[in-house]
């Protein structure tokens, strides 16, 4: 059971980046998934999921209109769209799949991890 995450990098403010996670050795479809983020110094943030037990998508504020989550089941794969970047959005972000029956985007619900990827906003 893996997940690989790929697609981070350096992006100046107001630019967009797409990354992408990988699962093998599961599929992904019947999972709930999330991105989640740690800044240096912080705790590691739900920024957006999608539950399995409600289909709902959740999302913390400071993302709304920003980030989108997807899936493409035939590859077995997620993606995270980042647009209209931050400095504040600057932090290592990581893929996440869980099965436990829950609610939200909080770290407990989510078994599976992928290695992270950093992403970076400055000019």
């Known amino acids: 059971v893996q997940l690989q995450a790929f697609g981070g990098g350096l992006v100046q403010p107001g630019g967009s980046l797409r990354l992408s996670c990988a699962a093998s050795?599961?599929?992904?479809?019947?999972?709930?998934i999330g991105w989640f983020r740690q800044a240096p110094g912080k705790e590691r943030e739900g920024v957006i999921c999608i539950s399995s037990s409600d289909g709902s998508t959740y999302y913390i504020d400071s993302v709304k209109g920003r980030f989108t989550i997807s899936r493409d089941n035939a590859k077995n794969t997620m993606y995270l769209q980042m647009n209209s970047l931050k400095s504040e959005d600057t932090a290592v972000y990581y893929c996440?799949?869980?099965?436990?029956?829950?609610?939200?985007?909080?770290?407990?619900?989510?078994?599976?991890w992928g290695q992270g990827t950093q992403v970076t906003v400055s000019s």
């Open positions: 050795g599961f599929t992904l479809d019947y999972y709930s």
């Open positions: 996440a799949a869980g099965d436990r029956t829950g609610y939200g985007c909080h770290v407990p619900l989510y078994d599976y």
